[in-house]
């Protein structure tokens, strides 16, 4: 069985950092697409950032995180991470990860026409002004 764990959410001041890891179980990232998102109150969730597991090239990154957040992965640990850095109230929200099946390609992880069949319960970030 399939799951994905996201650990590392937690409250922080603005201009503060936090990293959030996502950790696979039942499923190796080989490769694949693994992309976090976020979803505030009221409104609809965001691609975050996504990567291409089969060497971590091919980075996306949202406007609104970008030089900001950086995604990366330790395939020793089956784990992909979102450094959050110089946090703002603005990136407060659920965090979430998720995985494709490894039927995508680098150009649809890039472009985020992705189908992701898994997906993480949820970590919780909140920034304080």
């Known amino acids: 069985q399939v799951q994905l764990v996201e650990s590392g959410g937690g409250s922080v001041q603005a201009g503060g950092s936090l990293r959030l890891s996502c950790t696979a179980s039942?499923?190796?990232?080989?490769?694949?697409?693994v992309g976090w998102f976020r979803r505030a109150p009221g409104k609809e969730r965001e691609g975050v950032a996504r990567i291409y597991t089969v060497d971590g090239g091919n980075k996306y990154y949202a406007d609104s995180v970008k030089g900001r957040f950086t995604i990366s992965q330790d395939n020793a640990k089956n784990t992909v991470y979102l450094q959050m850095d110089s946090l703002e109230p603005e990136d407060t929200a659920m965090y979430y990860c998720?995985?494709?099946?490894?039927?995508?390609?680098?150009?649809?992880?890039?472009?985020?026409?992705?189908?992701?069949?898994?997906w993480g319960q949820g970590t919780q970030v909140t920034v304080s002004s």
């Open positions: 998720a995985a494709d099946d490894g039927g995508g390609t680098r150009v649809t992880c890039f472009t985020g026409r992705t189908e992701f069949n898994y």
């Open positions: 039942g499923y190796t990232y080989r490769r694949n697409c």
